[in-house]
């Protein structure tokens, strides 16, 4: 088992920052690749960014491209988002995931264990 607990959520003004942490405890951190999703009301999940196992490797979805950094610190079982220039339409939960597939997965089904989610609401 894999416990994940996300923090850092919270409110912002429209073109502020926020960096989300999600700290990682249970089985060896760097054996899973992490991925991080949003899940905004009335909306379906969306994909947001996901890392390889040693941080090598880096995804985005479309709508955080150039605004959004995914990193990870594998000596501190931690991954962070780190969140720019943020707009409203990036008001949602917050979740980190771990999948222990090699690759890196948008699909939240590969994903194995989830944490518990932190709100990050960006006012206009």
């Known amino acids: 088992q894999v416990q994940l607990v996300e923090s850092g959520g919270g409110l912002v003004q429209a073109g502020g920052s926020l960096r989300l942490s999600c700290a990682a405890s249970?089985?060896?951190?760097?054996?899973?690749?992490m991925g991080w999703f949003r899940q905004a009301p009335g909306k379906e999940g969306e994909f947001v960014a996901g890392?390889?196992?040693?941080?090598?490797?880096?995804i985005y979805g479309d709508s955080v491209k150039g605004r959004f950094t995914i990193s990870r610190d594998n000596a501190k079982n931690t991954v962070y988002l780190q969140m720019n220039t943020l707009k409203p339409e990036d008001t949602a939960v917050y979740y980190c995931?771990?999948?222990?597939?090699?690759?890196?997965?948008?699909?939240?089904?590969?994903?194995?264990?989830w944490g518990q989610g932190t709100q990050v609401t960006v006012s206009s």
């Open positions: 995931a771990a999948t222990s597939f090699l690759s890196l997965h948008t699909d939240p089904n590969r994903y194995n264990y």
């Open positions: 249970g089985r060896t951190f760097s054996n899973y690749a």
């Open positions: 890392t390889s196992r040693s941080g090598g490797a880096t």
